[in-house]
């Protein structure tokens, strides 16, 4: 069964961090891009980064130099987050299977449920 976890989130204040995890059931993912995307209420829901299979990494220019994106051998996707802003917070979510860009949501054949990040001023 292809399923894709989150768990880490929480409330955090400015300035501090957090890191969220992602477990990607199946062996399809060994391959493939893995990407967290958030969604702040009232918005459309926004790439934050991706991983390829070969590392690869892509992030969106509002969490450059403040986000990392990673992955383990048992496919675990892992988004560490330094120095958050109140203008982070939102539902991450994570996703899998690309076709096309990594940037649009509507590339992903996988999903996972959300985890929420509320950053405290």
């Known amino acids: 069964q292809v399923q894709l976890v989150e768990s880490g989130g929480g409330l955090v204040q400015s300035g501090g961090s957090l890191r969220v995890s992602c477990a990607a059931s199946?062996?399809?993912?060994?391959?493939?891009?893995m990407s967290w995307f958030r969604q702040a209420p009232g918005k459309e829901r926004e790439f934050v980064a991706a991983i390829t299979g070969g590392h690869s990494l892509y992030y969106a220019d509002s969490v450059k130099g403040r986000f990392t994106v990673s992955r383990d051998a048992k496919n675990t996707v892992y988004l560490q987050m330094n120095s958050l802003k109140f203008e982070d917070t939102a539902v991450y979510y994570c996703?899998?299977?690309?076709?096309?860009?990594?940037?649009?949501?509507?590339?992903?054949?996988?999903w996972g449920q959300g985890t929420q990040v509320t950053v405290s001023t």
């Open positions: 996703a899998a299977v690309a076709s096309g860009s990594y940037y649009s949501p509507r590339n992903y054949a996988y």
């Open positions: 199946g062996s399809i993912f060994s391959f493939n891009t």
